[in-house]
């Protein structure tokens, strides 16, 4: 099989894929960055009476039109505990922001224009104009108003409106599952102690954090062993746990202990392609089982990371309903580049932003072997240099993918 270009290879994991329809009631504690599966009505009419906007007094604007007018104070509205009787000719009722407008009074005198002349009587020091500082009932939504349409992400701003319109809970896409293999005779977790040629399984933490930054709810499916029985009864577990998407790491290149893609073609994968034109990352293998999508991602940690921001990521986020991060940006380029053969490269670089223009310069560090881990995360960005790319001097044009939008 030919390498696959990386724009096409985008296509053939992320184009045709859907947000799913799967949903769940969350409630409004819960409801953080989740997307709403249904159009959200509102239950109430908000505010559902007249109220005042001000701490003042609430009067007829007939009998306050000119400053030095004097009126009767003859009681209270407050916000819970409004005034039950009527506002006449020549009175006023004290009144509290967010409270009830009382009857008779049509608006509202605020209190820093008014001098209490005595108890029970104060004078208006400034002409009220009619209707001022009253919300009309209705004024922000009324019973059956639309407020919040389906697919909306839900922030603070539609949370504090979901629930203003009376939702306790909220009926929400479902997160896409993820299930996360990492495959190795040599791998143990972190904390386990290591006997000679073992190493930790540290791909599948940054993977699974990644994953579930786009949207995602982690299965973790551990670590298989290089032998077909254990992957065997991984991706049963994948499948029996309703995985969305399979995510295996290690063992995807042309090593005799490179299982992965035999166990899950002898499990019925339909395998779309594998091995793609990029650097790191070279045996990416994508597939489709029933309805699991599986993602094979190489086991060198560079390899690792970059394939899962450019293909999990945005699958996942597209799964989600979500937006996946704006990553890509133009920049300079920091150091003189050599010309490039047919893999796109990824180069891990630091990226400096000039204080005065905001213009970004990326500069890619010396070393790029796809094992090293320390330095990716000190890298900012990852320099894209296309196939066949020239050499390149400093200066020049040229796109990243930032790595903290
Ligand atoms: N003859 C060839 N050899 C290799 C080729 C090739 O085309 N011809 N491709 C190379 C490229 S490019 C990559 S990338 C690697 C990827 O190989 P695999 O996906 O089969 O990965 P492994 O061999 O299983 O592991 C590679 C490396 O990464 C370590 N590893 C594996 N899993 C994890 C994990 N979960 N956490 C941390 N580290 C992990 C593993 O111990 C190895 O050191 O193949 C090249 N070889
Ligand atoms: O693609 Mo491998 O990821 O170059 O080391």
């Known amino acids: 099989m030919a390498l696959m270009p990386v724009e096409q290879a985008f296509e053939r994991i992320v184009g045709d894929a859907e947000p799913l329809t799967r949903t769940e009631p969350v409630t409004l504690a819960d409801a953080l960055g989740r997307v709403l599966a249904r159009d959200l009505l509102a239950l109430r009419t908000q505010p559902p009476f007249a109220a005042s906007a001000m701490d003042g007094y609430a009067l007829r ?6 400053a030095g007018a004097e009126l009767d104070v003859t009681g209270e509205s407050a916000a819970g505990h409004g005034f039950d009787g009527r506002v006449g000719p020549g009175e006023a009722v004290r009144i509290f922001t967010g409270a009830p407008m009382p009857e008779g009074a049509d608006s509202i005198l605020i209190q820093e224009n008014a ?10 020091t400034a002409p009220v104009e009619a209707a001022a500082y009253v919300r009309p009932d209705g004024m922000d939504f009324s019973f059956g108003d639309a407020g919040l349409p389906a ?3 839900l922030d603070p701003t539609a949370i504090t409106l979901a629930a203003g319109m009376n939702h306790p809970m909220l009926s929400v896409l479902a997160r896409p599952r993820v299930a996360i293999l990492a495959t190795g005779d040599e791998l143990r977790l972190p904390g386990q102690s290591l006997a000679a040629g073992q190493i930790i399984a540290s791909n599948t933490f940054g ?15 551990g670590i298989a062993a290089d032998r077909m029985d254990a992957l065997d009864s991984a991706i049963d577990s ?7 998407i399979l995510v295996t790491i290690g063992g995807a290149s042309v090593g005799d202990h490179d299982l992965v893609q035999k166990a899950l073609v002898g499990h019925g994968m339909n395998l779309d ?8 990352g070279k045996p990416l293998m994508s597939g489709s089982l029933g309805p699991m999508r599986v993602l094979g991602l190489p086991g060198n940690p560079a390899s690792s990371m970059v394939c899962g921001l450019l293909f999990l990521e945005p699958l996942v986020a597209r799964l989600a309903g979500l937006p996946a991060p704006a990553r890509l940006k133009s920049a300079f380029v920091g150091r003189e580049l050599s010309a490039n053969d047919q893999r796109q490269d990824y180069l891990r670089a630091r ?14 560090f010396d070393q790029q072997d796809s094992s090293l881990m320390r330095l990716f995360a000190d890298a900012d960005c990852l320099l894209i240099r296309p196939p066949h790319a020239p050499a390149a001097r400093i200066g020049e044009t040229c796109s990243v993918l930032v790595l903290r939008p």
């Open 61 to 66: 604007a007939e009998d306050a039109a000119r």
């Open 115 to 124: 001098e209490i002349v005595r108890p029970g009587r104060i004078r208006i």
């Open 151 to 153: 697919g909306r992400v």
């Open 207 to 221: 993977v699974a954090a990644m994953a579930r930054r786009a949207g995602a709810e982690i299965i973790d499916l």
């Open 238 to 244: 994948a499948i029996s746990q309703g995985a969305d």
């Open 273 to 280: 392609f594998w091995r793609i034109a990029m650097r790191p």
């Open 351 to 364: 990226l400096d932003t000039d204080p005065e223009s905001g213009r970004l310069t990326a500069t890619p």
